[in-house]
């Protein structure tokens, strides 16, 4: 990989910016990571680069939860399957298919900002866990694998549980860092997670946790709402300009 000194600041500007949007919306990090990151080195390696800081910022945002193991036991079926289908999906990703990996990452993009701009909240009953949460989990890491990305459909999943704010965010904690592991797992199990790569990637902890502290600071000023509605029309533009640049 090169380590360019422009790359180098490009790389840890990501992780800032990827770390401020979870601090002031509560998830996004690896979106905006494998998003921008997408555009400017493979998205095998921009993976890699996401293990470690996704890692240690979905714990804390996990373990800072009322109610762990109640969430452990309700969703297993979706974790598990989140596992499974990222063993499937990582095949793309760790082929080194560039043009299919970010037209598959644009679209994933795409479908999550437009979504979430444009879908009504939608409610799923609890007694329909059991059927959908394995289903949901599968196809989560069908695209975690090939993506990098595991927030569609995981994240309008949970929320639509109808989860206690403290809840939700300790839930989507769980996913993603499941999400992580079995993403840094996949990548191991292929060849593809090399050494260089993981200490960059502990490396861009620390502009990661610095921007987590600004976002904080900007959801006490800033409308949280104004700031998402804006992070997911950037969203959509970027994902737009994947699928373009893998066409052509």
Same mark, same amino acid.
């Given at each position: 990989m090169d380590h360019s =000194?422009?790359?180098?600041?490009?790389?840890?500007?990501?992780?800032?910016?990827?770390?401020? @949007? %979870?601090? @002031?919306?509560?998830?996004?990090?690896?979106? @905006?990571?494998?998003?921008?990151?997408?555009?400017? =080195?493979?998205?095998?390696?921009?993976?890699?680069?996401?293990?470690?800081p996704s890692f240690v910022t979905n714990v804390w945002q996990l373990l800072a939860g009322p109610s762990f193991g109640v969430l452990a036991r309700r969703f297993s079926p979706l974790v598990s399957t989140i596992i499974v289908g990222t063993f499937?999906? +990582?095949?793309?990703?760790?082929?080194?298919?560039?043009?299919?990996?970010?037209?598959?990452?644009?679209?994933?993009?795409?479908l999550y900002a437009g979504y979430a701009l444009l879908a009504r909240q939608l409610r799923v009953p609890q007694t329909l866990e059991p059927l959908l949460s394995p289903v949901i989990g599968m196809v989560t890491g069908l695209l975690t694998g090939a993506t990098g990305v595991f927030v569609v459909p995981a994240v309008p999943y949970l929320q639509a549980l109808g989860l206690e704010k403290e809840v939700l965010v300790q839930a989507l904690g769980l996913s993603f860092t499941v999400s992580t592991v079995a993403l840094a797992a996949a990548l191991?199990?292929?060849?593809?997670?090399?050494?260089? *790569?993981?200490?960059? +990637?502990?490396?861009? =902890?620390?502009?990661?946790?610095?921007?987590?502290?600004?976002?904080?600071?900007?959801? *006490?000023?800033? +409308?949280?709402?104004?700031?998402?509605?804006?992070?997911? @029309?950037?969203?959509?533009?970027?994902?737009?300009?994947?699928?373009? %640049?893998?066409?052509?």
């Open positions: =000194i422009w790359l180098l600041a490009a790389i840890f500007a990501t992780f800032f910016i990827a770390g401020m @949007v %979870k601090g @002031v919306t509560g998830m996004g990090l690896p979106t @905006v990571a494998m998003g921008v990151l997408g555009t400017l =080195i493979s998205p095998l390696t921009a993976a890699s680069l996401l293990i470690v499937a999906g +990582s095949y793309l990703l760790a082929a080194g298919d560039t043009h299919m990996t970010s037209a598959a990452l644009g679209a994933a993009l795409l191991a199990w292929h060849g593809a997670f090399h050494v260089d *790569n993981l200490a960059l +990637s502990t490396l861009a =902890i620390a502009p990661a946790l610095a921007g987590m502290w600004a976002g904080q600071v900007i959801r *006490n000023r800033v +409308s949280p709402a104004t700031f998402r509605r804006g992070f997911l @029309v950037c969203l959509l533009l970027l994902g737009a300009e994947m699928i373009v %640049k893998a066409a052509f």
